[in-house]
């Protein structure tokens, strides 16, 4: 995970130990991942591109809603403010699907 990612989650969640900040780092790692793969246009990819690309964003998909399920039970979630919770809904626990 970059240093960049490790500041931004600690200066918007200075109440979480070190632990749970290292916990959205990857949650927000696996959703990066992730929005990469659902919005890359299909066009103009081989049958064989286009399958080997399908078996990608799937496994992305697959990791980014297991780290997901592993911060919706952690916990973390009680120890927010509501504008915490509201920038971690946001920001961190979904994709957003560009046409």
Do not use: W
Request: glycine fraction near 4%; include cysteine; charged fraction near 25%.
């Amino acid at each position: 995970m970059d240093a960049g990612f490790r500041l931004v989650n600690q200066y918007l969640f200075p109440n979480l130990q070190f632990e749970e900040i290292e916990q959205l780092n990857v949650l927000a790692r696996a959703r990066r991942v992730c929005c990469a793969a659902v919005n890359t246009p299909r066009a103009g990819m081989t049958p064989g591109e286009a399958a080997r690309h399908e078996r990608h964003t799937t496994q992305s998909e697959l990791a980014f809603m297991r780290e997901q399920r592993n911060v919706l039970h952690s916990g973390l979630m009680n120890r927010l403010t509501p504008l915490q919770r509201r920038l971690l809904k946001r920001e961190y626990l979904v994709v957003p699907f560009r046409s």
